[in-house]
């Protein structure tokens, strides 16, 4: 049975998720968790996109011991040059160079002749594979790329040193039948002197990204890209947790495995919410609040039966454990501790006692604490300081705030504010620290756990009306005005960096596969 290999976009693909931005100590963490999942290879980041792009693909490299990590880069030498030195340090560098081969690329976008964009293939993917073994090429919008002509710029990436070659379906636009076709015709026709691994890349704007990323495995790809929980530009990426488990549960179709170790999937798909400020959907396939949820009479009468009635894939398999251990206020050290080893999560042992002093501030708020508030309880502490400060404290009286920050060398801030109500009031207290010029695009608050007494997720889109970039940021807190506060503090926080740098070159969605 062929093993698949999965590569991993989350940190860059998925972070064009409108809004999104991920810090470099969320993306380091994300990566770890990768890693610890089973993701073969991860692309890092876009490291000619910014400084911030750059040093968070070099930090990634640095901290994973076994996964590959990969740089994107443009067929533009000093892209290229770029993304070597952010993977130098890695145990397993690759770089993923891509042009654009379709017709209405090449007019309109890229402005050059076909012959050109071949000369271009040639030479960037020589000079990738002169400084890094592994090279993956990517024809982008090869859906719309006349055959013909995709076989040639294939060939030619080949000839100069590819050994991963991978089609991106980069508006979401082919059937199932189509791109199976496209890897069958590409498979059969190309030639090396060895292995090829070819590569499907979906998006889902007609909701085909998993299916076509299947019948591209069907059809003798070798590995296979996507984000967690499916995140990304437009209508997002295919989702990696079903791919998956479809091999998984269909292998007998699919006569394919994946690496992945199934029992990290929730874990992995919660750290990708939490991080991302985008709640997972209750009807999701595989990690969904609703997925092994059963209201029909007929098939709860079924699955006490035999859950194989309607469960095709089991809770455990994916992770989702019943809270055999509930934890509260009187619960110990070694209650905590073996709570952290069934869900699998990872921690140093000299930070011990001062996670589970951290636990133990939220079970005197909280009457029982769930695996999700576990998880939130450690993926809320990484987005309560970023870039070093910290909302030491937060006061409401009425329409008033007063609100206490501290920055990384423990200066202290104190300002008050008042507005229409207690989070607007916060937000005018935390202006008058930070003194930008933003715009209050949008705000909500999305419960991570269950119950009255639920821990949440804040986030706040803020337009820099200096630049006008948009901002994502989160806080996560069981008090949901300090949560409020923690995401506009980060959202200044994020002004603040960008204003201090000047406007960072922003690669446009358009230059993505």
């Known amino acids: ?3 698949i290999e999965f590569f991993d976009t989350s940190l860059r693909d998925g972070e064009q998720t409108p809004g999104v931005i991920f810090s470099i100590a969320e993306k380091v963490t994300i990566a770890k968790q990768l890693e610890k999942w089973g993701i073969s290879v991860i692309e890092a980041g876009f490291p000619a996109a910014s400084p911030d792009s750059f ?5 990634i490299s640095k901290a994973l011991k076994e996964t590959a990590v990969t740089a994107l880069a443009r067929c533009v030498i000093t892209d290229i040059d770029k993304a070597v030195e952010a993977v130098r340090e890695a145990q397993h560098p690759q770089i993923h160079v891509f042009i654009a081969t379709s017709p209405i690329h090449m007019k309109y976008k890229l402005k050059i002749s076909p012959d050109e964009v071949l000369k271009t293939i040639d030479k960037c993917v020589r000079h990738a594979h002169e400084q890094v073994e592994v ?29 991963y070659i991978n089609i ?17 015709m590409l498979i059969d026709n190309i030639k090396a002197d060895r292995e090829i691994i070819f590569s499907p890349h979906c998006h889902d704007d007609l909701g085909m990204a998993v299916a076509n990323s299947l019948a591209a495995i069907k059809a003798g790809a070798g590995r296979v890209e996507g984000t967690v929980n499916g995140i990304g530009e437009r209508a997002g990426n295919a989702a990696i947790e079903e791919i998956a488990v479809a091999l998984h549960i269909r292998k007998d179709y699919y006569q394919a495995k994946s690496p992945l170790v199934l029992a990290e999937t929730m874990a992995t798909a919660e750290l990708i919410s939490q ?15 609703n997925a092994f949820a059963h209201e029909s009479g007929i098939h709860q009468d079924g699955v006490l039966k035999n859950a194989e009635t309607y469960e095709i894939i089991s ?10 251990l509930p934890l509260g206020k009187l619960s110990g050290r070694h209650a905590f501790t073996e709570k952290l080893t069934e869900l699998n999560i990872s921690y140093d042992a000299k930070e011990l006692p001062n996670l589970f002093e951290r636990f133990k501030r939220l079970a005197d708020k909280k009457k029982e604490i769930t695996d999700a508030d576990i998880h939130a309880l450690f993926t809320g502490e990484t987005v309560k300081n970023l870039a070093g400060f910290i909302l030491n404290n937060v006061q409401i009286d009425g329409h008033k705030a007063l609100v206490e920050l501290k920055n990384q060398d423990a ?10 109500g207690s989070v607007d009031a916060i937000f005018q207290a935390i202006d008058k620290v930070f003194n930008h010029q933003l715009k209050l695009i949008s705000y909500s608050v999305d419960a991570v756990t269950n119950g009255i007494d639920a821990q949440a ?9 200096a630049t006008g970039t948009i901002f994502n940021a989160k806080g996560v807190d069981y008090d949901v005005l300090k949560g409020s506060a923690i995401a506009y503090m980060n959202a200044n926080v994020l002004v603040q960096k960008e204003n201090s740098q000047g406007k960072v070159e922003q690669i446009s969605a358009h230059d993505g596969i």
């Open 411 to 420: 200066e202290i801030y104190v300002s008050q504010g008042e507005g229409s």
């Open 457 to 465: 997720t804040t986030v706040v889109s803020v337009e820099n009306l």
């Open 55 to 59: 040093e968070a693909v070099k930090q």
């Open 275 to 289: 991080f991302s400020g985008i709640a997972i959907p209750k009807n999701k396939a595989v990690v969904g609040a």
């Open 1 to 3: 049975m062929r093993k």
């Open 168 to 184: 991106p379906d980069t508006v979401g636009y082919t059937t199932l039948e189509e791109y199976g076709k496209i890897f069958k």
């Open 315 to 324: 809770p455990e398999l994916v992770g989702i454990k019943h809270n055999s």
């Open 135 to 163: 090279v993956e090429f990517s024809p982008e919008d090869a859906t719309r790329t006349e055959p013909e002509f995709l076989l040639k710029a294939v060939q030619t990436a080949v000839d100069a040193g590819a050994t």
